[in-house]
């Protein structure tokens, strides 16, 4: 199971859940920067794990990254609506 940052109750979180099947992207990479997931993670709709969850970014998929911000969130976006993820379960590329 995904480790803790802020999720559900009911499993050991990060803002993520268990992995499935779905390969959807969430709109992948417009030229810019995007965050790729190193496992899943939850999208949500603010910069906090009480926010709504808005999606879910599954391990390998990636978003456009829109903003870096130095609060550990990276806002992000995610199937044409803005969301933020945790910085520490995903990775940056060009």
């Known amino acids: ?14 803002g ?8 959807d992207n969430g709109g992948g990479n417009d030229g810019g920067k995007s965050v790729t997931a190193k496992e899943s993670v ?7 794990t009480d926010s709504d969850v808005v999606g879910q970014l599954d391990a390998g998929a990636s978003c456009k990254l829109l903003e870096q ?5 990276c806002k992000v976006e ?13 990775s940056v590329s060009q």
């Open 69 to 73: 911000q130095s609060d550990g969130w």
């Open 1 to 14: 199971p995904p480790a803790d940052n802020g999720g559900d109750a009911g499993n050991t979180d990060n």
């Open 16 to 23: 993520g859940e268990a992995a499935n099947t779905n390969t």
């Open 42 to 48: 939850r999208v949500r709709a603010k910069a906090s």
């Open 78 to 90: 995610y199937k044409g609506t803005i969301g933020y993820v945790k910085t520490d379960f995903v």
